[in-house]
Nanobody
Framework: QAQLVESGGGLVQPGGSLRLSCAAS?????????MGWFRQASGKEREFVAA???????????NSANSVKGRFTISADNAKNTVYLEMNGLKPEDTAVYYC????????????????????WGQGTQVTVSS
């Protein structure tokens, strides 16, 4: 299986934007049917952000209180073996380490937000939203 490598994190002011990338190193994203982004703030549990099913390019977003839907967009570029998370309108509460995750099979909708269902993980990239 390919290794997952995240990049694109950094420090940004509230209201700013970042684009995170998850690249497949040593292989292709073709090994994975479901790709997801999760985040974990200091002292908190890992939280689902977004997922994409590569076969049909269907996407799924967190529907939590601090919803990312409408602000974040997940996409995949199979030619570049990369999955992206475009983040706009960033808020201080978006501060966290963001992780890319993958599963070999297409996860049912009710499982896509469960981090325990994902078998492969990147090392994470820090996103800090602060003025």
């Amino acid at each position: 299986q390919a290794q997952l490598v995240e990049s694109g994190g950094g420090l940004v002011q509230p209201g700013g934007s970042l684009r995170l990338s998850c690249a497949a190193s040593g292989g292709t994203l073709g090994s994975y049917a479901t790709m997801g982004w999760f985040r974990q703030a200091s002292g908190k549990e890992r939280e689902f952000v977004a997922a994409i099913r590569r076969s049909g390019d269907s996407t799924y977003y967190a529907n939590s209180a601090n919803s990312v839907k409408g602000r974040f967009t997940i996409s995949a570029d199979n030619a570049k073996n990369t999955v992206y998370l475009e983040m706009n309108g960033l808020k201080p509460e978006d501060t966290a380490v963001y992780y890319c995750a993958a599963h070999s099979f297409s996860l049912a909708p009710e499982y896509r937000s469960d981090y325990r269902r994902y078998s492969y993980w990147g090392q994470g990239t820090q996103v800090t939203v602060s003025s």
